[in-house]
């Protein structure tokens, strides 16, 4: 008889050890699924965090504040960034730096990411162009943003520089009439060697930007000295038109300034 209490204990004690570690490695389980939830939600709630920065929006953060908007405003819209680059033969449709440009924002934004139209103007002056109204040519492109490089070259001994300011603000109010939410940037021409009064329009451009708040990019920056022969590598001295390294030049430059690493 006690052999068999024993044998009836042993096995009650057996039983409720087995229960009693069930039990345990349950609650330790339960434990580990709790934080293992836990830590997906934040490293969920993180991810989302570090998606809520679209990474077009992102790359662009080295444009004015109301580029970077009018391009938020696109991607938010799901539709590619509309940019019309627009200027004189030294803005060329084909085979120049706007091609060049077109491929740097592919490579960093993605193809498609930017819709770019070109219109370029083979010997207008701004006089010409603000007669000829070629700012519905943009407007009809619907921008977002209008790169600008108006027509100083061509105005040079011919129109004074007070006067083509007067029409680039005339170009750009017809532009704002049609399409108010265009951001436009203004650019100068390439620079050309050992010029005299070219380089002060040019200074007054930039001055004129600054003075009405529109955005101005200065590339001349990235070119060689004006003043030095070793400029012709870069434009050409017969035709004072951008070269082949002159174009990879200013696509470079402008590259940097729509595209943040």
């Not at 004074?160 to 170009?171: G, K, N, R």
């Amino acid at each position: 008889m006690r052999n068999i209490l024993l044998a009836m204990f042993v096995a009650v004690a057996c039983l409720a050890f087995i229960l009693v570690s069930h039990l345990y490695w349950e609650n330790k389980v339960a434990e580990a699924v709790k934080e293992a939830r836990i830590e997906t939600g934040t490293t969920a709630k993180s991810g989302q965090t570090g998606e809520s920065v679209n990474p077009i929006v992102a790359r662009a953060k080295r444009l004015p504040a109301d580029a970077q908007a009018a391009i938020k405003r696109a991607v938010e819209e799901n539709r590619p960034i509309r940019l019309v680059i627009a200027g004189s033969e030294s803005t060329p449709e084909k085979g120049g730096w706007p091609d060049l440009l077109k491929q740097a924002l592919d490579e960093a934004y993605g193809e498609g990411a930017f819709q770019i139209t070109v219109h370029e103007y083979e010997g207008l002056t701004t006089a010409d162009a603000d007669r000829q109204r070629i700012a519905a040519d943009w407007a009809n492109d619907k921008p977002d943003l209008v790169l600008f490089e108006p027509f100083l070259l061509n105005d040079n001994g011919i129109i004074v520089i007070d006067d083509t300011l007067d029409h680039i603000e005339s170009i750009i109010g017809q532009l704002k009439s049609a399409a108010p939410d265009a951001v436009v940037i203004l650019q100068p021409p390439n620079p050309i060697y050992n010029a005299t009064y070219y380089p002060k329009q040019v200074e007054k451009l930039e001055a004129f930007a600054k003075e009405k708040h529109y955005a101005y990019y200065d590339h001349w920056t990235a070119w060689p000295d004006y003043k030095s022969k070793e400029i012709d590598q870069y434009v050409d001295p017969e035709s004072d038109l951008p070269t082949t390294e002159g174009a990879k030049r200013w696509a470079e430059a402008l590259a940097e300034y729509f595209i943040a690493q």
